[in-house]
């Protein structure tokens, strides 16, 4: 516990209890880190799975309920400002962050039948524009001289091909090769930086059809859940793994494509 004492993360796209953006929150907040975590309600209820829209606050009760210091705010990350607008609100109430996780995503699904200039835009706005600025701006804030931690999520587009995901596979395919480049840059602050690949995860959106197609492609015998990305990141950030930086994990169980 001494090694992460006041130590304060950050993680993006937070709106549902069932989320991998709550998990990584409660393993987080388990482990002794403060949380300031950001949702956007509006994105969600567009979304089949849809959202009740205190789930953000009950997650924020549980947290507090911890022991760890917890903030959070809405914010929409299509907005240019929203990135600055968060690292400042962030360290006015809880101090400059130590980690960042870069959990928020737009997606929807398209194929090159119907792809559009705004379908592509959107996707571009929040899971690249946002995801390297805000990166930028923690690595700029950063005052420390090891410690500092960003991990992106991403989602294997370079195992296999996604069809009827276009918009949504090639922007998060960008998030790869932002991780590699940006973690030669900040490695000399003292800062790491990784992307997690958790493959097909349950965080609602699973239909019993889907999950009967996907268990027989998990060698475990089962989907992945929540906990499972939510327990990588942990140890990501941790300094057990102050040694990897520029890496790709995929901690998909053994998923066969």
């Given at each position: 516990m001494n090694q992460i004492k006041d130590k304060i993360a950050i993680v993006t796209g937070v709106s549902r209890l069932k989320g991998i953006g709550a998990a990584i929150c409660k393993e987080l907040a388990e482990t002794g880190y403060h949380i300031f975590f950001t949702y956007w309600t509006e994105y969600d209820k567009q979304?089949?799975?849809?959202?009740?829209?205190?789930?953000?606050?009950?997650?924020?009760?549980?947290?507090?309920?911890?022991?760890?210091?917890?903030?959070?705010?809405?914010?929409?990350?299509?907005?240019s400002d929203a990135p600055e607008q968060l690292i400042n609100i962030v360290s006015e109430q809880l101090g400059v962050p130590d980690i960042l996780i870069n959990n928020a995503a737009y997606s929807t699904n398209n194929d090159f039948s119907n792809v559009t200039a705004e379908i592509l835009d959107k996707h571009y706005l929040v899971n690249v524009r946002a995801t390297t600025l805000l990166s930028s701006l923690f690595a700029q804030r950063f005052d420390k001289k090891s410690g500092g931690r960003i991990v992106n999520i991403t989602s294997g587009q370079f195992q296999g091909p996604m069809p009827g995901e276009l918009a949504y596979a090639t922007t998060k395919g960008a998030v790869d090769a932002l991780t590699i480049t940006l973690s030669a840059e900040l490695a000399p602050l003292g800062i790491t930086v990784n992307a997690i690949n958790p493959g097909p995860t349950d965080t609602g959106w699973m239909t019993d059809e889907i999950k009967t197609q996907l268990q027989p492609l998990f060698p475990f015998g089962r989907i992945g859940e929540p906990k499972d990305v939510a327990k990588t990141i942990k140890f990501l950030v941790s300094e057990d793994a102050d040694w990897i930086t520029g890496q790709v994990i995929h901690a998909e169980g053994g998923f066969k494509r």
């Open positions: 979304m089949p799975w849809n959202i009740h829209v205190e789930e953000p606050l009950k997650l924020k009760e549980e947290l507090l309920r911890k022991g760890v210091k917890v903030s959070c705010m809405e914010l929409d990350l299509t907005q």
